[in-house]
């Protein structure tokens, strides 16, 4: 499809809502105040509006590949203190199934993949050394889904220790983090852990 398609479908889909609402557009061209802060995969399968059945305004995305959250990632770190100063009351780290990067994370060798790629997947590499006891047990189908969870309980457990969420709880900030996954091939949402409302929930987080 060329841009210029995309650009016409552009245009319909704008009619198509001031055509129902005439201020869809308006009441979110000043200022926004979402509720949610979403960090996922950047999977073309998954779209989180969609997904939760939510309207413009309410989720806050961070997309990057395999959805993962590291303290070194200036990009998700940056993401998570601004969804904080827009006032977002809930944090959702989601994986999902038939996950690309987590396949990678789960099969590749030391040389493995294109580079950059592999360099992205060595936080997943780091989740199957650490249940690398539950994983090798397991039929790679059944490894793969366990891994996609395993990785989005390490980012819930990030984000429950990152700074700004830390800072957050700190302050009396109503702030809750929840895990969850996406599965592609029904379109559900499965919860894996939460909602996390402060340090003293994290003792309950599943193994990561």
């Not at 070194?72 to 203190?81: G, I």
């Not at 592999?118 to 039929?139: F, N």
């Not at 003792?203 to 990561?208: C, T, V």
């Given at each position: 499809m060329s841009i210029?398609?995309?650009?016409?479908?552009?245009?319909?889909?704008?009619e198509s809502c001031e055509s129902k609402d005439p201020s869809y557009f308006s009441k979110w061209g000043t200022s926004q105040a979402p509720e949610y802060f979403y960090i996922g995969c950047a999977d073309s399968r998954v779209s989180p509006?969609?997904?939760?059945?939510?309207?413009?305004?309410?989720?806050?995305?961070?997309?990057?590949?395999?959805?993962l959250v590291?303290?070194?990632?200036?990009?998700?770190?940056?993401?998570?203190?601004y969804a904080l100063v827009l006032g977002v009351k809930h944090v959702i780290v989601c994986g999902h199934y038939n996950c690309g990067a987590c396949k990678g994370g789960l099969l590749w060798g030391p040389s493995d993949g294109p580079p950059l790629?592999?360099?992205?997947?060595?936080?997943?590499?780091?989740?199957?050394?650490?249940?690398?006891?539950?994983?090798?047990?397991?039929?790679?189908?059944?490894?793969?889904?366990r891994i996609?969870?395993?990785?989005?309980?390490?980012?819930?457990?990030?984000?429950c220790m990152s700074f700004p969420i830390q800072n957050a709880w700190k302050e009396g900030?109503?702030?809750?983090?929840?895990?969850?996954?996406?599965?592609?091939?029904?379109?559900?949402?499965k919860e894996l852990a939460g909602p996390i409302t402060g340090p003293e929930d994290m003792?309950?987080?599943?193994?990561?």
């Open positions: 210029s398609s995309l650009l016409e479908r552009n245009k319909d889909w704008c509006d969609l997904a939760m059945n939510l309207p413009p305004g309410s989720v806050f995305v961070h997309r990057n590949l395999g959805g590291n303290h070194k990632d200036l990009n998700v770190m940056s993401c998570l203190e790629t592999a360099l992205a997947v060595a936080d997943v590499k780091a989740v199957k050394a650490a249940h690398q006891a539950e994983l090798e047990g397991l039929p790679t189908d059944q490894a793969w889904d996609v969870e395993l990785n989005t309980l390490n980012g819930v457990k990030n984000a900030k109503p702030l809750a983090v929840h895990g969850v996954v996406y599965n592609p091939a029904d379109g559900k949402l003792k309950s987080l599943p193994s990561a």
